[in-house]
């Protein structure tokens, strides 16, 4: 069983930075693969980016490529999402998520626990 927490949402404005947090709880972080996803108001979860475990191995989607990052510090048990050039669509709650398989996936259901999410909100 793995809980997860994600920290450092908050309101930001248009070009602004955030980096948010997910912390793991378990002694087997290294194992699992990492993604981060988001939900905006009456939309559906879409995937936003994820992590191999190892760090070495990541995937983003297309239309977030070159704005966001993710990385990982396995002896902190802990994935990162940092947000750059942020835009007012970026506005959602983004939820962290872990795959007992250490490849990583930009499918939802390959996904086997969630955190509670952190909102972030984009304003102008």
């Known amino acids: 069983q793995v809980q997860l927490v994600e920290s450092g949402g908050g309101l930001e404005q248009v070009g602004g930075s955030l980096r948010l947090s997910c912390a793991a709880s378990?002694?087997?972080?290294?194992?699992?693969?990492m993604g981060w996803f988001r939900q905006a108001p009456g939309k559906e979860r879409e995937f936003v980016a994820t992590?191999?475990?190892?760090?070495?191995?990541?995937v983003y989607a297309d239309s977030l490529k070159g704005r966001f990052t993710i990385s990982r510090d396995n002896a902190k048990n802990t994935v990162y999402l940092q947000m750059f050039s942020l835009k007012s669509e970026d506005t959602a709650i983004y939820y962290c998520?872990?795959?007992?398989?250490?490849?990583?996936?930009?499918?939802?259901?390959?996904?086997?626990?969630w955190g509670q999410g952190t909102q972030v909100t984009v304003s102008s």
């Open positions: 992590i191999g475990r190892s760090g070495g191995s990541t």
């Open positions: 378990g002694r087997t972080f290294s194992n699992y693969a």
């Open positions: 998520a872990a795959r007992r398989i250490g490849a990583p996936s930009a499918t939802r259901n390959a996904y086997d626990y």
